[in-house]
């Protein structure tokens, strides 16, 4: 099994201001997708952005971006322009690309605090 | 489009009985996930399918099972009941027609076993 490590269990951050969220995985894999779920109150898990390992562009969502290492096997989360509604916890999964690659691993996550 | 339905929301279960959780989707996804989520945790996969009829161990099988007569739906069975499957569980689907689809998530069932 794929191990997916989120080392910071809590982080908060003030509003307007910037935070990111580290994740870093083992994978002996060149090939694989890696994602950020976000999980509010409500207990309902979002998508928030992926990554395609093959891709070195770091991908973007509006205020959502990543910085994807991969020879360091990082792949962090960085929230601008922090909102209140941006406090949940963050989950952060890898999927490998192979064909029998169907199961998604997943971190222990983030809890993140927006301070207003 | 519901998306991925869960029933129930909320159950309490006495030590040794059974039950079932029910997931279905309308997205016409051939795969689909059973996750459980503890505090501290993250989630963990009990089981998969890739399409109806087959069925796959996860990382944490053992006290479950499954079954996946159609593509819509995707139950969970639990058979006599521990404590230690007091948890959240989320069932979760995605489309096989790109490479990088993201699971879609019900909203849960938070199960407690006294």
């Known amino acids: 099994a794929q191990t997916v490590t989120q080392s910071q269990p809590e982080m908060s951050v003030q509003e307007a201001e910037t935070v990111t969220l580290s994740c870093t995985y083992d994978t002996s894999e060149s090939d694989y997708y890696l994602f950020w779920y976000k999980q509010p109150p409500s207990r309902q898990m979002i998508l928030v952005i992926r990554q395609e390992a093959y891709k070195q562009q770091n991908a973007t969502e509006n205020r959502f971006s990543v910085n994807f290492q991969k020879a360091a096997k990082s792949f962090s989360l960085k929230i601008s322009d922090s909102q209140l509604g941006d406090a949940a916890m963050y989950f952060c999964?890898?999927?490998?690309?192979?064909?029998?690659?169907?199961?998604?691993?997943f971190g222990t996550g983030t809890s993140l605090t927006v301070i207003p | 489009n519901a998306g991925v339905t869960q029933t129930p929301k909320f159950r309490i279960l006495k030590i040794g009985q059974s039950m079932t959780l029910q997931c279905t989707q309308d997205m016409n996804h051939n795969y689909m996930y059973w996750y459980r989520q503890d505090p501290g945790m993250g989630l963990k996969l009990i089981y998969y399918s890739v399409g109806a009829g087959i069925t796959d161990k996860g990382e944490v099988p053992n006290g479950y099972n499954v079954s996946r007569s159609t593509t819509e739906d995707f139950p969970l069975r639990l058979e006599l009941a521990a404590p230690s499957q007091t948890s959240v569980y989320f069932c979760?689907?995605?489309?096989?027609?790109?490479?990088?689809?993201?699971?879609?998530f019900g909203n849960g069932t938070r199960l407690t076993v006294t």
């Open positions: 979760a689907s995605r489309t096989g027609s790109s490479y990088n689809s993201p699971l879609h």
């Open positions: 999964a890898y999927r490998s690309a192979k064909n029998t690659g169907n199961q998604f691993y």
